[in-house]
Structures are given as structure tokens and as C-alpha cells.
């Protein structure tokens, strides 16, 4: 007799292993993020005088400005370099919980324009809410997506293609489930929102891990399958939205479906992983991210890599690309904010019904999504360098926002589409193009601090423009406004804001590398310096 022995199972959370799952988690941990996109499904509950809260246009446009301030500030960036990423999504779980659940508060008190603790206080803390859900939204997104593309910097377009096509399809998936389970609940919507968003990354978190392993030959081929995956789940919110625009709504029954096989599908994504651990190569010990010793450790990195000048935040200030980038950003995001926090009230003054505003915010969130795939995804596929995205998406955002101008509803159901799927382009571009001119060691600090711009853009823009003009132009005594005078003039003038940016783009485009990955320019630059510690 012969004992048999029995072979030692290998751990499920080997560092290859736990680099693919950790992709995975920061998708759907990134989907959390994303919804900071549904303030239009229930910011007319914000706005109602007889369910919820009463506030004014302009107070509207002022707390949807406190989440893109929260989302956008800096911060996160430089705790993540400091602290990595669990203590970042803890911080954002706090956060984005808290946020949400005050905000629920606030509206679940507030009857008849009445609040308990008086209209004015309401709004001050509907404020501080709001910024808490957008910057826990923030930091959840900045531990992701650094440290994704930390993991897989051989192919950060695509990975940041994932991760971010997720957070901007995160509105999409939400309005789903809205309707099939919540609808037309707006107040129930944002408590459902302040639970589920917090216990994701809870379940998930754990997962996200810094991991340094050579990339195999088939993690191209990995990667483009979860492209297909998620482009799948957009294509099925699509259909659904076109069909609920053309049909004006949905049986409870088939809305309930409907959300069924959504959720369905995002559980069935967990079984790609097991595909993509066995074809991705051997394993290796874990390393530690962003320390010079782990560079220095890690397999040798391509030559185009090798080139690139690690700027800090103090140093990227210094450059001329850094102010082109963000007039840019500033820009094309402005426009997109405006139109995303505006969706409601510009269908509804042109007679949209509440059905039709919430329809409008899905095709947006796919539009965004879908960018977000294609525009990750080409700039690792082609040699195009990375500003010719950025001056793509800025003129198409202003030539988009011009056509809105003077949009009928029909037009606005091609048009608002449109317009996030320029959105959506910024948010691969700029990342990555981050990492191109400044390095991936102090990327999160960098990624913040480009992310200032988009803040700016939606406080001029979106709030001290767009709002206030609405506001002044309402019809008298309803609180709303009609035809296109409420929004032709701000869009027009956010129409000339893109064409700046364009030119800022151009000049970048003009003094970056011709060939994608190539940045031996950057570095006689600046190669002296010592840009690692400031």
C-alpha cells in the first residue's frame, strides 16, 4: 500500500492571479464611481415643490458643482501616493456613503417646499452632501485607476479603456435598475444609492492590489475580450433606451426583466477570470508600488518607457503641456458637465416628458461608455499620438454643444448622446496622455492635479453660466423654464470655450513626439532636473 500524496493546490491570490482580478474589481468598483452621472434622474425630485426639496436652478447647479469639486479635487491623488490604495477606498467608501445617505436625509424631510431645519439650511448641507458623494466617488476612482494602470502599464490605454468605460456606464446601469426596481421613487432612488455604492467596494475592495509582472503575450488578447464584454453591456442599455424613447415606457414586468438580465450578465463577467488566469504567463512575487527599489526590481520596462522623465506635481506645473492639456480638459469637460447636470431641465424645456429625461440620461452614459472603449483602446492599437485624440473630442464636443443650441427634442435624442460620447473620450485621453509626459511614479498626484481643470470647467460653465442665465430667463412663478431661450446663449458661448481649447490642443499636438511612446523630446527637456522628489 502506497499513501497517495496529493499535489499542492496553487493559491488563489497568486500575484498574476490577483493582478487580473484586481482589473476586474477596479471595473466594477468603477462602476460605483460612475454614478455620479444620475444626479439628473433624481435632481427634479431636488427641484419639486410639492415632494421634495424646492430648491431654485441655481441651487441645483450649485450642488451638482459641490460633487464635481469633491470628484475632481487633487486630494485623493496624494493620499494614494502616500497611503496606497486600501486606505484611498476606505476613504471613499466613507465618503461616498455618507454623501449620498445626508443628501436621502435632507429630501426624505423636506414636503411641500418645508424643511425641519429651514430651506436655506437644506441647501447648505445639500451642498456639503453632495461634495461628500463626489469625492468619495473621487477617491474610489483614483485607487483604481492608478493602481490599474500600475498593473498593466504595457497596455494602459486599453486598461484605462476598461476601467473607465465602466465608470461611464455606471449612469446607465443605475437608470436600469431605477426603473425596474425603484421607479419613480426619485427620494428611494438616492438611499438605494447611498447602500449600494458603498457595499461594492466593500465586497470588492480587497481585490485592488499593486502587482508587478512582465505581460504576457496573450494579455492583449485578454484585455480586448473584456473590451468586447463591456461593450456588450453597453450595446444591451442602448437597445433598451431607444426602445423605451420610441415606446414612451416600459410594463412594471419587463422594466423588472429587463434589470434581471443586466445584473445577470455583470455576475456572469466574474467567469472570464478564470479564462484570462490561464492564459496569462507564470506567476511572480508581489512588489511594492512606486518606490524607486520596485522599479529597479521589476522586469525591465520597454525603451519608450525607460525615457520618460517621472515629473511630481510641483515639476508639471513648470510645463507648458501641463496648461495646454488643462485649457483642453477645461473646455471639453466644462461643455460635458454643463450638458450632463443640466439633462433634465434642457429636455424639459423643450416639452420632454420625465420618461424622456430619464432616457436621455442612459443614452448618455452609453454614449460616454462606448468613447471611452473606442478612444482607450486606439491609442495603444495605432501610432496616432495621444493629443490628436484630445483635439478630436474637444471639437467635437464644441461642435456638438453648437448643434444643441438650436436642437428641437428629436434633435436632442442624437444630440446629448453625442455629446457624452465626447465627454467620455476626455476621460482615456487624459490619463494616459498624464502618464506620457509626466511619468507613472507620482501618477495619482498628476492625474489629480489635472483634474483641477475639470472642477473649473464645471463651476464657470456649468454653475456661474449656465445656471444663473437659466434662472434668470424661468417662466415667472414655476421654478422652470421653457424654449430656447434658457440654455442657447450659455451653449453658444461653451461652444467658443471649445474652440480655444482646440487651438491649446493643436500646439500640444505640435510639440509632442511624432511616434506614440517615443519621448526622447521630453527628455532633453529637463533630464537634469531632479523631478522625483517635489
Not at 264 to 278: D, E, G, H
Not at 359 to 377: C, D, K, M, P, Q
Request: net charge neutral.
Amino acid at each position: 500500500y502506497q499513501r497517495r500524496v496529493r499535489e499542492p493546490r496553487t493559491r488563489i491570490m497568486e500575484p498574476v492571479q490577483s493582478k487580473w482580478m484586481a482589473l476586474l474589481a477596479a471595473m466594477f468598483i468603477s462602476m460605483i464611481a460612475g454614478s455620479v452621472y444620475s444626479f439628473g434622474i433624481y435632481s427634479p425630485s431636488l427641484k419639486s415643490r410639492t415632494d421634495g426639496v424646492g430648491y431654485t436652478q441655481v441651487q441645483v447647479q450649485w450642488i451638482a458643482f459641490a460633487s464635481n469639486l469633491g470628484n475632481y479635487i487633487p486630494l485623493a491623488g496624494l493620499f494614494f501616493d502616500r497611503r496606497g490604495a486600501p486606505a484611498t477606498l476606505v476613504g471613499g467608501i466613507t465618503f461616498i456613503f455618507s454623501g449620498y445617505f445626508i443628501l436621502w436625509l435632507i429630501a426624505n424631510n423636506c414636503h411641500y417646499g418645508t424643511c425641519y431645519l429651514g430651506l436655506d439650511s437644506a441647501f447648505g448641507l445639500g451642498f456639503i452632501a453632495c461634495f461628500l458623494w463626489g469625492f468619495g466617488a473621487g477617491w474610489l476612482d483614483v485607487a483604481v485607476i492608478s493602481t490599474s494602470v500600475h498593473n498593466f502599464s504595457e497596455h494602459r490605454g486599453t486598461v484605462i479603456s476598461l476601467v473607465k468605460s465602466m465608470y461611464g456606464l455606471g449612469s446607465g446601469i443605475m437608470t436600469q435598475i431605477y426603473f425596474g426596481f425603484i421607479s419613480p421613487n426619485q427620494i428611494s432612488f438616492i438611499l438605494f444609492l447611498a447602500f449600494f455604492c458603498a457595499a461594492m467596494p466593500v465586497l470588492f475592495g480587497w481585490l485592488i492590489k499593486p502587482v508587478r509582472t512582465p505581460a504576457s503575450g496573450s494579455e492583449a488578447g485578454i484585455l480586448r475580450t473584456g473590451l468586447y464584454a463591456v461593450v456588450v453591456v453597453a450595446l444591451y442599455v442602448l437597445v433598451v433606451s431607444v426602445i423605451r424613447a420610441d415606446k414612451g415606457s416600459f410594463s412594471d414586468t419587463a422594466n423588472i426583466v429587463i434589470a434581471l438580465v443586466l445584473c445577470a450578465y455583470l455576475a456572469f463577467l466574474w467567469l472570464l477570470v478564470p479564462y484570462a488566469l490561464k492564459k496569462s504567463g507564470p506567476t511572480h512575487s508581489d512588489l511594492p508600488l512606486m518606490s524607486t527599489s520596485t522599479l529597479a526590481a521589476a522586469p525591465e520596462a520597454p525603451a519608450a518607457l525607460q525615457t520618460v522623465i517621472q515629473r511630481g506635481p510641483v515639476a508639471a506645473l513648470q510645463t507648458l503641456d501641463f496648461w495646454l492639456m488643462c485649457i483642453a480638459v477645461f473646455a471639453g469637460t466644462g461643455a460635458g458637465l454643463t450638458v450632463n447636470n443640466n439633462l433634465s431641465q434642457i429636455v424639459k424645456s423643450e416639452q420632454g416628458s420625465l420618461n424622456a429625461q430619464d432616457v436621455v440620461v442612459s443614452l448618455f452614459s452609453v454614449a460616454n461608455s462606448l468613447s471611452r472603449v473606442l478612444f482607450g483602446a486606439c491609442s495603444d492599437w495605432f501610432t496616432i499620438p495621444r493629443p490628436a485624440y484630445l483635439v478630436m473630442a474637444v471639437a467635437g464636443m464644441g461642435l456638438t454643444v453648437f448643434g444643441l443650441a438650436f436642437a428641437n427634442l428629436a434633435g436632442m435624442y442624437f444630440l446629448i448622446p453625442l455629446c457624452g460620447f465626447w465627454y467620455g473620450a476626455f476621460w482615456v485621453v487624459m490619463p494616459a496622455l498624464t502618464s506620457d509626459l509626466f511619468g507613472v511614479e507620482r501618477f495619482g498626484a498628476n492625474y489629480g492635479l489635472v483634474q483641477t481643470a475639470v472642477s473649473l470647467g464645471a463651476l464657470l460653465l456649468s454653475v456661474l453660466l449656465t445656471s444663473y442665465w437659466y434662472d434668470d430667463h424661468d417662466d415667472a412663478g414655476t421654478n422652470s423654464c421653457t424654449g430656447h431661450k434658457c440654455f442657447r446663449t450659455p451653449l453658444l458661448v461653451i461652444t467658443g470655450c471649445c474652440a480655444v481649447g482646440s487651438v491649446a490642443a493643436t500646439i500640444l499636438l505640435k510639440r509632442f513626439p511624432h511616434q506614440h511612446g517615443s519621448f526622447e523630446i521630453l527628455q532633453d527637456q529637463g533630464q537634469a532636473q531632479d523631478l522625483e522628489q517635489d
